[in-house]
């Protein structure tokens, strides 16, 4: 038997079309981080508490999303986000300034750990040591339930090399509560210039390194081993082999250590510019939200 085709009732009072303004809320909520409600809400208490005695000028956040009243930038925690990598716990970073002497602090908070810290490496020549501790002093004061840390800046790393190089150009007072964005906007172009630069020297740096290291050790090794197993008569086996192993090894030290300080530079030259970007996403949210 042969049946027609199936009708299928649908109600007309049921609009299926999504409603207006659907779309852009999808892709909305698909653009951003996934982040635990806790910490966000966490977040937002500790850095509306600090209200009572800093004004919080910019927000860096790592999976988190933290929206203040009244607005501030608001912007991706480049350092961390740049590692591709999930060990990292979500966190907040606040750049700050203290209501009584008009300090710059960074102070960085990671809800799952019950940690907070100020980060000094970011700071540098915007507040005294006195600042640091009284501000260390209030917040294990007013968040009990928190560790309370200060992370000191790393020679190993080049921390005061990265803040005198960005500090020549433009400094993070101008780039949080500056007036002029057009001059500050040409000072972070120069920032970016300069990082661009210093990473190409570190470039030629390393390969100089690696071009060399190879050949060298080798026309090193065969002189050595061969020029000094001429005295072995006269010096003994042992004494001959104690020395080629410290010509040798020694040079290979010296080119070890040429190589590192490459990728040193190559770091802080990354460092650099990512601090530029930094600045720069700091200045577009100031423009927008001004």
Same mark, same amino acid.
């Given at each position: 038997?042969? =049946?027609? #085709? ?41 850095? %509306? ?30 350092? =961390? ?27 960085? &908070? ?12 970011? %700071? ?22 928190? %560790? ?10 080049? @921390? ?21 964005? @057009? ?29 060399? %290291? ?13 020029? &000094?197993?001429?005295?072995? #008569? ?19 030290? &010296? ?8 990728? =040193? ?17 700091? &200045? ?7």
């Amino acid at each position: 038997m042969k =049946h027609g #085709p199936r009708a299928t009732a649908v109600s007309p009072s049921v609009d299926r079309r999504p409603p207006a303004g659907a779309a852009v809320g999808a892709a909305r909520f698909a653009a951003e981080p996934l982040a635990d409600t806790e910490d966000c809400d966490v977040c937002l208490q500790v850095l %509306t508490a600090l209200g009572t005695f800093a004004s919080v000028r910019a927000v860096k956040a790592y999976r988190l999303r933290v929206e203040l009243t009244p607005p501030v930038p608001h912007l991706p925690c480049l350092d =961390h986000e740049a590692m591709l990598h999930e060990g990292i716990a979500p966190h907040a970073a606040a750049y700050v300034e203290d209501h009584e002497s008009g300090e710059l602090h960074e102070i960085v &908070l990671t809800p799952s750990k019950r940690r907070i810290e100020i980060d000094v490496a970011s %700071t540098l020549h915007e507040h005294t040591p006195a600042g640091q501790e009284r501000l260390l002093a209030r917040l294990r004061a007013q968040f009990p339930g928190f %560790t309370c840390r200060v992370n000191t800046v790393s020679w190993l790393r080049g @921390d005061r090399r990265v803040a005198r190089a960005c500090r020549a150009q433009v400094t993070l007072r101008e780039v949080l509560a500056g007036s002029d964005f @057009d001059h500050i906007a040409v000072a972070l172009d120069r920032l970016r210039t300069v990082g661009s630069l210093m990473e190409k020297e570190s470039r030629v740096a390393s390969w100089s390194v690696r071009t060399v %290291t190879g050949p060298f050790l080798a026309v090193m090794g065969f002189l050595v081993y061969r020029g &000094l197993a001429e005295l072995a #008569p006269e010096l003994g086996e042992g004494t001959v082999t104690l020395l080629q192993a410290v010509l040798v090894g020694g040079a290979g030290a &010296l080119f070890l250590y040429f190589g590192l300080k490459a990728v =040193h530079l190559t770091e802080m030259a990354n460092r650099v510019w990512k601090r530029a970007a930094e600045f720069g996403l700091i &200045l577009a949210e100031r423009r927008r939200l001004g």
